[in-house]
């Protein structure tokens, strides 16, 4: 990938640039923010996300007062070098609402719709199992699944499985989509339980993709992606 030097970024008249906050893992954008030559410094040399605050007139370390710190795994600079993509791990939510996205509200005049599908929502699904044995509720399947254990868990990965197979046999697409969705949601709680981040696996896979074509390491002898 090419890389661009601080001496090379475009910032505006008022020396200032944007710098687009998004979440490393599930790529939802978390804020709009914006940084002068110094901040982006400060955000290269701490790993954390410094901001220029226009209306204070002073630099603004993201989390000094919330304790929701931002730490910093890529910056990408556009084409035009006046615009960054910033990713990070968020400790908490990013914006001072205490929504996780400042995205969080549409516009009147225009209709969101979520009929493609997101990945966004592998996301919010493990974090919300996750949220469940910390803020247990009354009459959640999760949580009983959690109060059971594993071989409850294990049990109803086997028969959500086999679901899945039949559907398949049964050559039937709403069946197969809805079986593999009751299937990928005990996984995530098998994760959980067994203190397996949703991020390990996204890894794994990665580190796996990169080594497609190495038969050898991927651990195939005659088989690869």
Known sequence: MESVDIKDIKFDEKGLIPAVIQDARSGEVLMVAYMNKESLKKTV??????????????FWHKGEESAHFQHVKRIYVDCDADTLVVQVIPDGPACHT???????RSLSEWNNTSSEGNLNILHVLYDEIKDRRIHPQEKSYTNYLQREGKNKI???IGEEASEVII???????????DES???LYHLFVMWENSGIDLYDIMKKLEDRDEKKGNKKEVGHQDKTF
């Open 45 to 58: 040399e701490s790993g954390e996300t410094w901001f220029w605050s226009r209306s204070r007139q002073k």
């Open 98 to 104: 205490n929504n996780r996205s400042c995205f969080y």
């Open 154 to 156: 294990d049990k109803k």
């Open 167 to 177: 559907a398949d046999q049964h050559q039937d697409k709403e069946e197969i989509i």
């Open 181 to 183: 969705c009751d299937l």
